[in-house]
């Protein structure tokens, strides 16, 4: 029913917006683009908003470029006015429309006398620093492929992949690093969830965001403790606030044939005299995914999610507020969880389920599954104190509902969580930039607060996997940068002072836990130098660390991820370095980005299986047999790269080569790290041609294969079964129709496909591949409305 009224009020929302604007304006003369940059430095300026007179608003991306649909009347010239903080406003300029395929350049004067470049932006510009590797996923891309997970989707960007705990969980891995390691910043905000473990998924919505973009670094000065693999921010686009009114929206309806899967996602905004309001919304549900050959039951998955963010801004100062509700539920393959030792050993010997427990398809999710929620409000304020210093104050509060069911043989037990976990969390952040006259340097000062609370709630009837605790960490950090003509520095120092409190009982009713404390200090030095114009390098090296989680130090007990995990009161904080050196070559049609890094971590703490814990590494319980993984701690080092190779031999054909290696050692033993990602191999070509004299009809088909080969590093005795999967080759292809109604509207038709020829595989880095295969052929057929 809940399907029926989500299907009937977009049907309806199409239909209005299909008849928004008049008639008249049905017919369209071009697609302008448009550049906007620096007028000193003649770099591209992200998140400048522009407003057309008596037309839409837009705002430019990472690269500095937005793109305007012009409606025939428009004659030789076009009114613009163009905002961003720290440059100069343009109000109501006239500008000469350049010839047909070119774009229009656009130069914004600094306010101050001279300006820094990189610094950070507040929107869906890059957040990032030059002297940071990073990739953008921009709003387009994160529409077409709306039914993927944030992991999913950011295996598309090189040196990064995921580890899954089957068709449904999975976690971004940046260079063998995931999971806590790696930091999610929504809206500037680091999501503070029960996301620790590899069967926990990132709760979070990308459908509303503007971009994402990933910063490959240990950046543990800018975003705090933890980040030693790296940072996932995901931003909204700016809010529209011009003189004049303005409103836009879109609407993403799509359909997916394996797990016969349904999304919907919509978004409305507008904006008048400074201020703005938008609001978004998401939908998704799906049932039982299929490999190549069989089901995979009770891996069905429900989640939606809804935001508001609003602001206002008048001369220097702007302010925000931002609220959003994620809220999911789903399955965990029924397969993993096994009732006695001689069907599991059955199971690991033939890969695959046993097919008379293979059951037809269903949408109905049952035990073993998890219900999770999570709230997001944050407040943020910046006042522009003059031309050249900025302040900035935000406050966030998160709270993190996670349930987790199981199989309890009894109904009303079966209904009832075993697992069921409150965390609340308060953070707040002072920010002082000053930008000096002379020589060219920006200098960043900073106060970050953080505490939480995790609580058991009562009647669970089950031993907690893990204690309630309370975290207090208090922290400041100076980042400076300097220009000298075409070399950029930077340099950054953090302290942080952490304090971690945890109680709990365990099966005894013994009390344990204890009140740990951790002090450390970070900091990063990162280069960029500009060689010429097509031709600049970046290199960064960061120290930092990451105090032992909660359920390292005491967890006992089954994961949804197919194990039973065991903590180590005795772990240490991990402490380690990461350097960075890439190149990035900008010809004319070709581009080349080739990137290698170095990290070394010091008592790395890791979780595989453990054959001497148990009945030779196996635990009975009353629910079943788990292989039982056992958290260790040694000192490790990752090292590896990537290669990007573009080349755009006519206007309409790109082609793209991509490759990735990394590799994990554990130095204290001389072994290889379990779960590491096999080397990857991508090659994809793009055609993309505007149709009829106005180029009303847009088309754009795309192939791309990846080849994976074989993991053959890897440790026997850190494994459950005696070789690693075979190696795979992948097919995806995809195509884009998009029709132009008038200035402000436009249609997207998009068909894809991934593993279209249909392979049975298995990924090195999936927890679950002991019990089953990859997810096979997958089509997806999308509409999306622009309004």
């Excluded at 390098?537 to 960061?542: C, E, N, P, Q, W």
Aim: charged fraction near 20%; charge should be positive; include cysteine.
């Amino acid at each position: 029913m809940s399907r029926r009224i989500l299907l009937l009020c977009l049907s309806l929302l199409l239909l209005c917006a299909l008849g928004i604007a008049p008639e008249a304006r049905a017919q369209v003369v071009r697609q302008l683009l448009i550049l906007v940059r620096d007028a000193k430095t003649q770099h591209p300026i992200p998140s400048v908003s522009l407003h057309l007179k008596r037309g839409p608003s837009t705002s430019t991306d990472a690269e500095g470029y937005c793109q305007l649909t012009l409606p025939a009347s428009t004659g030789s010239t076009i009114v613009l006015s163009l905002a961003k903080p720290g440059y100069q406003t343009i109000r109501e300029h006239s500008y000469s429309l350049p010839t047909e395929g070119k774009p229009l350049i656009i130069d914004l004067e600094p306010r101050s006398e001279r300006h820094l470049e990189g610094v950070t932006v507040t929107g869906a510009g890059r957040e990032s620093s030059l002297t940071q590797q990073s990739t953008v996923l921009r709003t387009a891309h994160l529409q077409a492929q709306s039914e993927k997970s944030i992991a999913r989707l950011l295996e598309a960007l090189p040196g990064v992949s995921s580890i899954k705990s089957g068709a449904t969980i999975s976690k971004p891995m940046i260079q063998g690093m995931h999971s806590s390691r790696i930091l999610l910043i929504s809206n500037g905000v680091r999501l503070e969830s029960q996301s620790w473990g590899a069967d926990h998924a990132p709760e979070v919505d990308h459908t509303g965001a503007g971009q994402v973009e990933v910063i490959k670094g240990a950046e543990a000065v800018r975003y705090g403790a933890g980040a030693l693999g790296g940072v996932v921010l995901i931003n909204p686009s700016p809010l529209p606030t011009a003189d004049e009114f303005s409103y836009r929206g879109h609407a993403n309806l799509g359909y997916t044939t394996n797990g016969r899967g349904v999304d919907a996602s919509g978004s409305l905004e507008g904006g008048q005299h400074g201020f703005g309001l938008r609001v978004q919304g998401s939908y998704r549900r799906a049932g039982d995914y299929g490999t190549a050959d069989y089901l995979l039951n009770n891996t069905g998955l429900e989640e939606w999610s809804a935001s508001l963010f609003t602001g206002y801004t008048k001369d220097r100062l702007r302010a925000t507020l931002y609220g959003s509700l994620y809220s999911t539920e789903s399955g965990v393959f029924i397969g993993s969880h096994i009732g006695d030792l001689f069907e599991l050993q059955q199971v690991f010997a033939a890969g695959r389920p046993n097919p008379i427990n293979i059951t037809p398809f269903s949408y109905h999710i049952k035990a073993p599954r998890q219900r999770a929620r999570h709230l997001l409000i944050k407040g943020d304020v910046t006042y522009q104190l003059d031309d050249n210093q900025e302040l900035r104050l935000w406050a966030a509060y998160q709270d993190n509902h996670r349930r987790e069911y199981e199989n309890r043989k009894v109904d009303v037990w079966t209904q009832t969580p075993v697992m069921d976990l409150i965390l609340s969390t308060y953070t707040t952040d002072l920010r002082y930039r000053l930008r000096w006259a002379r020589p060219d340097w920006e200098t960043q000062v900073g106060l970050s607060h953080l505490f939480q609370r995790n609580t058991n709630q009562p009647g669970t009837a089950a031993t907690p996997f893990i204690p309630n605790f309370a975290t207090l960490n208090l922290a400041a950090y100076v980042v400076q940068k300097a220009r000298f003509d075409a070399l950029l520095l930077e340099a950054g120092l953090r302290y942080d002072h952490r304090i971690t409190d945890a109680a709990g009982r365990d099966w005894r009713r013994l009390r344990y836990g204890e009140k740990n404390t951790y002090t450390n200090m970070t900091g990063s030095l990162g280069a960029h130098y500009r060689f010429s114009e097509g031709l600049a390098a970046r290199a960064s090296l960061g120290l930092a660390w990451r105090a032992p989680d909660v359920n390292e130090l005491y967890s006992n007990g089954l994961h949804h991820g197919g194990s039973w995990s065991l903590g180590d009161r005795t772990l240490r904080s991990e402490h380690g370095y990461k350097a960075i050196l890439s190149l990035d070559y900008r010809k004319d049609w070709l581009t080349i980005e080739p990137s290698i890094f170095y990290q070394h971590i010091d008592n790395y703490i890791y979780d595989a299986p453990n054959k001497n814990k148990g009945e030779n590494g196996i635990h009975v319980h009353w629910s079943g047999v788990y292989p039982i993984f056992a958290f260790e701690q040694d000192d490790c080092r990752f090292w590896g790269g990537d290669l990007t190779l573009t080349a755009r031999p006519t206007e309409e054909l790109t082609f793209t080569a991509k490759g990735e290696w990394i590799r994990g050692r554990n130095v204290s033993h001389g072994t290889w790290l379990p779960f590491m990602p096999a080397d990857r191999y991508t090659l994809g070509a793009q055609w993309t041609r505007s149709w009829g004299s106005t180029g009303r009809w847009q088309s754009r088909l795309s192939a791309e294969g990846i080849s994976v080969a074989k993991q053959t590093r890897f440790d026997p005795e850190h494994e459950l079964v005696s070789d690693m999967p075979a190696g795979y080759f992948l097919l995806g292809l995809q195509g884009e129709l998009r029709y132009t109604l008038d200035a402000r509207r436009s249609l997207r038709f998009l068909l894809s496909s991934e593993n279209t020829l249909n392979a049975l595989y298995k990924e090195s880095s999936d927890r679950f591949r002991y019990y089953a295969h990859a997810p096979g052929r997958s089509v997806t057929l999308r509409t999306i409305l622009y309004f």
